[in-house]
């Protein structure tokens, strides 16, 4: 798991139960608490820690600056060419929630400059205290940009302040905290204890399982966490599998399998793709199924398989069988999963994955038993 707040990683397990993922602990780590700028103006204008950084725009920056009793202060003059006049904190996460605190102070002799318009954060506006040091606290606000900016203000919070000003206003312990981020799967584990996992270390490329501080859920009846793949570039990498050309069992719990010529299962280098279709899906450079109803595939969440048996397969949507069983030509190589072709990104799948099990061998005797197991843990028929 990495959170997109640092690029930490870790791993997340079970619950307690054994059986389902730890959501507790994966929110924890993926909205831990990360500084994104903390002043320490006393040492420069631009002086503070964190992954942000301070800039100005059409406005000068002198630090250590003293008003109001206080040394620390940050000053932000106009440089009077043109109408609006501001600094700005760098590289905040759109979308994101943060907490921001701030003082400031407008001296009272100041007859354009009556207050800070701070936006870029949902939900703020115009502070317009003057002659006297002013504490602000925003929580878990939402950044609607990738900048926060500290606007110079006229007296009814406009920032068409207008060429030729100088005046200023000061600035101190400011800080600015990240409270939520997004989750990208690095490696989803192999629990049959054989360690094929699927993984990618590609930061664009990783499906997300929290976003914007949510974990992504899907299902009607019981809503479980759920791998989001956006349809683009997102995708895993197996050790490859060579699937024997007359049985094998493979099972998904898929939701809204994007449309095009696309396949969950990635071939080696041939154009073909083993999954259940949404439209073009094939298996060996051969349709699945020429069932009239094929569009209808993989729309809402389902219990999606391919079965197998003496060299002849069939696909099965939530325990029925859709089209009837063709032959397979070659044995199959797995490499790649929500995505054809690995090597160049064709095919690419978009949608939500939830469950994946292979099989090897025949499990024909054992569909229905696997299947039933699958729909009393995700709840889609039953």
Known sequence: M??????AEQDIGYDSNGEDLDTF????????EKDKFISDFPNGTTAG???SELRTTRTTLTAPSSIGGQTDALQ????????????RVNLIDSGQQHDVSFE??????NTI???????????????????????????????????????????????????????SFYIRNLSVSQTTADGHVTTWYDQTGNGNHATNSTASEQGLIVEAGDIIYEGATISRPAIEFDGVD??????AITVPQSEFFITDVVSNISTGFTAPYGANSSDA??????????????????????????????????????GSYTPYENGVARGTALSISNTYTIRTMMVRRASDLLGITGGKLQERIIYLTDQSANRNGIERNIDTYFRITS
């Open 2 to 7: 990495r959170r997109s707040s640092d690029d």
């Open 25 to 32: 602990g994966l929110l924890a780590f993926v909205n831990a």
């Open 49 to 51: 820690s964190g992954d």
């Open 76 to 87: 932000v003059t106009c440089d009077g060419t043109t109408s609006f006049y501001d600094m």
């Open 104 to 109: 400031y102070y407008i001296p009272s002799g």
């Open 113 to 167: 400059v009556e207050g800070i318009r701070f936006t870029d954060l949902s939900g703020v506006g115009t502070f317009s205290t003057k002659g006297a040091w002013t504490s602000v606290t925003l929580t878990d606000k939402t950044a609607t940009n990738d900048i926060l900016r500290f606007f110079a203000a006229d007296s009814g919070g406009g920032t068409s302040i207008g060429s030729g000003v100088t005046e």
């Open 234 to 239: 997102d995708h895993f990498t197996l050790t």
């Open 273 to 310: 793709g083993l999954a259940y279709p949404r439209t073009r899906e094939r298996l060996e450079g051969q349709r699945l199924t020429t069932n009239t109803s094929v569009t209808d595939w993989c729309g809402a969440q389902g219990i999606y398989t391919v079965e197998a048996v003496s």
